[in-house]
């Protein structure tokens, strides 16, 4: 196994997909063929607005049925709280730093050599289709189409001048015939959906204080933000009724028991905590946990909830090793995650480790090519860098010279962290293993293909200030 690169006492583990045999063996000898794989991620998703994990709205049926029917990791992790680069991380199973896309906006660096899921899938016979929802995931910026067979962005919503997303009944529909077209031949379809993300809009059939819910006390600050969340709440039971749609059409075409559905978020959002709406700049909780599901009927333990932390990083070395299996997944380049396959057949539980996310913030690299004399020089450290070990939590903002250290234990709602500047031994001690992990881990910065245009749709968006 592959144990990564060591620099200043840090490890930056680097795991191939693991890869345990009996996983693979388990989907094979069940299924007979590998399975077909569908991916659904929901944009700015909190796991903790889901009623599977624990939220007292009724704002996910068919997810929680989903999760009934498989797998439910209850502390998942992106790797970046943003739209563009957390779903790279998610296909490549690589860090920001290592895939190169460090923003919206810009793809994954060429020098960075990374392999994307659909990649390997499509070297071993699967046809490969995406439907994507919103502008930073448009081919022009990422180039993410070049791994698909189709791949699907015909955006036809109208946000302030731009056409810039499109909603889950639009994109549905076109998914739907995708499925019904490529039933008979092994598949992997990515469904992205946008809708939780602001501005939330009302949906019909989820209203204020419905399903005889309330919103919880620490974040109905005022009936401005209890508005908020209830709009946020009924885009995410606008958007779960649409996954009902998906996952009833693998039962119509009796692809049910032969296809891996992944459900994940590519981050969450703060609500109002800590006097903060929105995500991108800090790594509170209710931004960097995520929902993941995985279902594999006879394969997937059904109903099962595994505790331990993970990582979107995890997501491509597991379908890798469900579908391509061991042999076929020891990759000349090794993913950065690990495999989860053992843990859902249940062949062996997972040891703990280490949970790393961050973000860059900011929009300093953000220039269209021709202007890439002007560019600025890359940062030598993100805005801040995050590591969770046990109940210890710990978030570093460099240029500030603060650390804060938080007790997820003892504070779940991170409302009293310790906080300690650079004159602080706490701070000599631990700031420079985070700035190892980092440096250990920072190969690439990614492709900026960025016009004017595309700066003012990102900006509409509120991804740029």
Known sequence: MYTGRVRNGCAAVLLLAGIPGPAFSAAKDHLGNPPHVLLITIDTLRADHLSCYGYDRNTSPNIDRLASEGVRFDRAYTTIPLTGPAHFSLLTGRYPQEHGARNNGVAAAKAAKVLFLPQVLRMHGYRAGAFISAWPLTSRLTHLNRWFDDYDETLIRRYKLFNSSRYAEDVTPLAVRWLERNARRHFFLWVHYFDPHSPYEWRDGFAPGGNGARAPAYRAQNAKMRDRIARYDSEIAYTDAHVGILLETLDRLALRNSTLVILAADHGESLGEHSYVGHGKHLYQDIVRVPLIFRLPGVAAPGKTIPERVSLLDVAPTVADLTVGPAKANLHKPFAGRSLAAALTGDADLAPRSIWYLTFGGEKLFFPRWLSWLWAPKADLPLRIGRED????????????????????????????????????????????????????????????????????????????
């Open 390 to 465: 046990g109940n210890r939590k710990l978030v570093w903002s460099p240029a500030e010279k603060s650390l804060a250290i938080f007790d997820t234990g003892r504070d779940p709602l991170e409302v009293r962290p310790h906080v300690v500047g650079a004159e602080n031994a706490g701070y000599e001690r631990e700031t420079p293993l985070l700035s190892s992990w980092f440096k250990s881990t920072d190969v690439a910065s990614g492709e900026s293909a960025l016009s004017e245009h595309n700066l003012e749709v990102l900006r509409s968006l509120g991804y740029l200030q």
